[in-house]
């Protein structure tokens, strides 16, 4: 098993979604999050001063797919996230030891 965590611009989650399950990925999750790399932030005016804007608003999205499937995740998500623009984001894969889902004691791609 893989887990894909992904940090992309917020407006792409819709996109990112909707080309996850496309694919068949049954479920996701979502968190804000803040950041910054490359794009390191902008400056902003607010009432005549300018003040910097170091973290930048985000999301990351987490799924945990079997190893067949974790490629064409990648791709998906790459895809759909993808503006051409700086601060389209990262993905980053690890594998995964286990899983157990809570309700049935399912383990491993059973649980997922």
Do not use: C, W
């Given at each position: 098993?893989?887990?894909i965590?992904?940090?992309?611009?917020?407006?792409?989650?819709?996109?990112?979604?909707?080309?996850?399950?496309?694919?068949?990925?049954s479920?996701?999750?979502?968190?804000?999050?803040?950041?910054?790399g490359?794009?390191?932030g902008?400056?902003?005016?607010?009432?005549?001063a300018?003040?910097?804007?170091?973290?930048?608003?985000k999301?990351?999205l987490?799924?945990?797919?079997?190893?067949?499937?974790?490629?064409?995740?990648?791709?998906?998500i790459?895809?759909?996230?993808?503006?051409?623009?700086?601060?389209?984001g990262?993905?980053?894969?690890?594998?995964?030891?286990?899983?157990?889902r809570?309700?049935?004691?399912?383990?491993n791609?059973?649980?997922?």
């Amino acid at each position: 098993m893989k887990k894909i965590e992904a940090i992309i611009k917020p407006f792409k989650l819709d996109e990112v979604k909707e080309a996850l399950h496309e694919i068949g990925v049954s479920g996701i999750t979502v968190t804000e999050a803040k950041g910054f790399g490359r794009q390191k932030g902008h400056t902003e005016l607010y009432r005549g001063a300018e003040y910097v804007v170091d973290f930048l608003p985000k999301v990351k999205l987490e799924v945990v797919v079997g190893d067949q499937l974790a490629e064409r995740v990648v791709e998906a998500i790459a895809a759909a996230a993808q503006t051409g623009r700086i601060g389209d984001g990262k993905i980053f894969v690890t594998n995964i030891e286990s899983a157990l889902r809570i309700r049935t004691g399912e383990r491993n791609e059973d649980a997922i």
